[in-house]
């Protein structure tokens, strides 16, 4: 992946006053709850992570601010991921933005250090065709009803599982949350928050969740799902410069609260330039020797996850298919 700078000074000095993007993981429980804790959750903030992909895609404001809260779901779900197993969500709609694929993978840490989440995706329909600017809480209509899909690919497993869901509001973390009670039969909250300025600079951003574990008692899950719809905009308290932990001290105080990991959040995509030329030298022979006749050059081969070009010069596409000819004479 080739990340692209944030091209405003002004946006860049405010990143730089505020505390790096990270999970903190945690769990809540009474005391006279099961061992462990009765609710996991994590709380995230994002603002660099959503910059850097709004840079890589190059998104306006309406398209910065739905797919950056895909990006923060995806990695508050790739959190939840153990060794290298990732998972994907994919939403399909009927509005003008038809919806996004994303993705969050856990990347284990080196040498004993914690594990980080990657995030990448895509918007199906980008630039998304305005007749009229949006207002920010106007945008999840633009991706409308249909379907959210989640699906988990563990490595010590044969085959992926995905489950599968119908939408409505477009409103990704209630969603998120309608999806794990119908398809998992696990009660959820989240919060998803992108906070733009005046300038439509996304100076915030954030997400948090809370998951009820084994043994939970519904009356403590319903005070916790109750501090977390009261706590502020999410966006808004990062874009002050406020901390993880603060955030959950403010919303979670008298609820058990126990910190219990740390990680990174990033924009990450593991394409590179020689995967996409190991893939153009595969192509079907009569492609290759039209391409290396005709052109056009560059070639250019894009990512759609994370919006990187790979340019191949005509020299490489001929040895490429010189080497191709070299194998089908043996």
Known sequence: MIQRPIDDAELQAGLAGLEADGLTLFTLGGPDGPAGGELRGAVLH???????MRANHRLGSPETLILGRAYLAAAILGSTMKGEDRVSLRVEGSGPAEG????????????GAAPSVGVRGYLFREPIPLAAPVAAEE???????GTLSLTRFIATSPRPFTGTIATGSGRLAEELAAYYLESEQTPSAFRLSVKLDAAGRAVGAGGLFIQALPGAREDFAARAEAALIGLPSIGEWFAAGRSRAGLLESGFAGLGLVLREERSALFSCACDRARFAAFLAAANLDFLEDLAARGPWPVEAHCHNCATTYAFERDEVEAMLAKRRREAAE
């Open 100 to 111: 996004y694929s994303v993705e969050g993978r856990s990347i284990p840490g080196e040498a």
């Open 46 to 52: 994002g603002s660099r992570l959503v910059n850097d």
């Open 139 to 145: 945008a999840p209509a633009l991706v409308g009803p």
